[in-house]
């Protein structure tokens, strides 16, 4: 896995390390969301995946576990380097599915909340 696509995002994105537990049909693991837009996340996994592989996400937009999130995604960009860290894992991209209208609303207030936080943002790019 090597393709990462131009930078195309029309949405903030917020810079964050939280646990995200990850379940394909073949396997649960846990990885690391390193940030966060409101049509996806990108994973630091430590299970190579191929690009189309849907799972099901769980994460919680607190640290106490209080704010679950539980969204279907698909891996839409992978890039594993000589150059990575091997405890760090390989860095995907996911796309959420199917949110609809209620989970949409509610990732893009905790994305707004994490920004008005302090955490770091990335603005949207040329589409």
């Known amino acids: 896995m090597s393709f990462i696509p131009p930078e195309r995002r029309s949405y903030m994105r917020v810079q964050l390390e939280y646990p995200v537990k990850c ?3 073949q396997v649960i693991f846990e990885g690391k969301a390193i940030n966060l837009g409101l049509h996806g996340l990108s994973l ?5 995946l191929e690009i189309g592989t849907e799972m099901a996400i769980l994460f919680s937009f607190t640290p106490d576990g209080d704010t679950p ?3 279907l995604a698909e891996v839409i960009w992978g890039e594993e380097g000589e ?9 995907l991209g996911l796309r959420f599915l199917n949110l609809g209208r209620q989970k949409e609303a509610l990732l893009s207030f905790h994305i707004h909340q994490l920004a008005l936080s302090g955490y770091i943002t990335s603005t949207p790019g040329p589409a």
């Open 44 to 48: 630091l996994s430590p299970v190579p």
């Open 23 to 25: 379940m394909t049909p």
């Open 83 to 91: 150059d990575q860290n091997a405890n760090e894992g390989i860095s």
């Open 69 to 71: 999130f539980l969204a």
